[in-house]
């Protein structure tokens, strides 16, 4: 109960600060040496503020937090991007992802033993004001072999099912003044189709496969290597039920979702690491049909772990 107490303590902090997750924001070698019962953090913060014409604040920041116990883990990690001031950007993205990892180890003679499978329910908040993501939330449950698990590297697949929800803003910002005077009458016509109840926005929901592969090494003692991909399989189109569907061959097909995300972590001291994060995600098809398929971010920065 304590436990559960502190992952839920830590998802309101994440909320109430404004709000894309699925690497661990953790070294395999921290993981593998922390202590029973021992709750440890991560925190990676920069800003500035340029006044123009517009006036922008640019604020990115990064938090994790885990805890073990005899056999399960709890982690959790929160991002957000944002600029501005006065006006939305499309620049503005941010997730919230919550898992935990039962029956994920033993402890053996005081030392802890990695389990061949163990079963991660999760739930994740994003939002990408790219692509018109207003909200997405998404909750299932993986079963997690591990293939490989040395000293210096780990390999594990994950394999299961998710519930989707979304709610897309049909006209996102800084997108007005792209097409010519025909594309645009053609998208105000297929939004009046869509918007349902005059606020701009459509949502869809549903079930989906899921399946993911995760590397974790450590080389040497100052340099760590995160490794995720997933793959997530819609079981029917995103038009399915709506004026869409039938326009286009294309709008019939549901396209998966993949997303990468990869860290490098040099460490400076036992505390404090100098990280690259690389994220990057392709989900075509949805119901903003005419925005970017895709969005990747480079991220660089120093974090500091307890």
Not at 119 to 146: C, K, S
Not at 172 to 181: F, L, M, N, R
Not at 196 to 225: C, H, I, N, P
Request: glycine letters at 8%.
């Amino acid at each position: 109960m304590r436990k559960f107490c502190i992952l839920t303590a830590l998802s309101i902090v994440f909320f109430t600060s404004g709000m894309e997750a699925q690497v661990s924001m953790f070294s395999k070698q921290h993981i593998d040496t922390l202590k029973q019962g021992r709750p440890t953090g991560s925190l990676y913060l920069g800003f500035y503020f340029m006044e123009d014409a517009l006036q922008y604040l640019y604020l990115s920041a990064t938090a994790s937090g885990l805890v073990m116990d005899g056999r399960d883990r709890y982690e959790i990690t929160g991002m957000i991007n944002y600029q501005g001031l006065k006006t939305r950007s499309t620049s503005n993205t941010g997730y919230v992802y919550m898992h935990a990892n039962f029956f994920n180890h033993k402890m053996e003679g005081g030392r802890r033993k990695m389990s061949r499978i163990s079963l991660e329910p999760f739930t994740q908040f994003q939002f990408d004001e790219d692509r018109g993501i207003n909200a997405r939330w998404q909750t299932g449950v993986y079963a997690v072999p591990v293939i490989l698990n040395k000293p210096k590297i780990r390999i594990q697949a994950g394999l299961g099912l998710l519930y989707q929800w979304d709610r897309y803003d049909l006209l996102p910002p800084d997108y007005e003044g792209w097409w010519t005077d025909q594309e645009w009458n053609s998208i105000q016509a297929d939004i009046r189709q869509l918007d349902q109840d005059g606020e701009g926005f459509a949502g869809r929901s549903g079930v989906r496969g899921s399946a993911y592969l995760g590397f974790y090494s450590t080389f040497g003692k100052v340099f760590d290597w995160n490794l995720v991909i997933f793959y997530q399989q819609p079981f029917t189109s995103s038009f399915e039920g709506t004026p869409l569907y039938s326009r286009s061959q294309d709008f019939s097909i549901p396209y998966p979702c993949i997303t990468l995300e990869t860290m490098m972590s040099f460490k400076i001291l036992s505390w404090l690491a100098m990280d690259l994060r690389y994220y990057f995600q392709h989900d075509r098809n949805q119901l903003t049909y005419y925005l970017p398929y895709y969005m990747y971010s480079i991220t660089m920065g120093v974090y500091f772990t307890i």
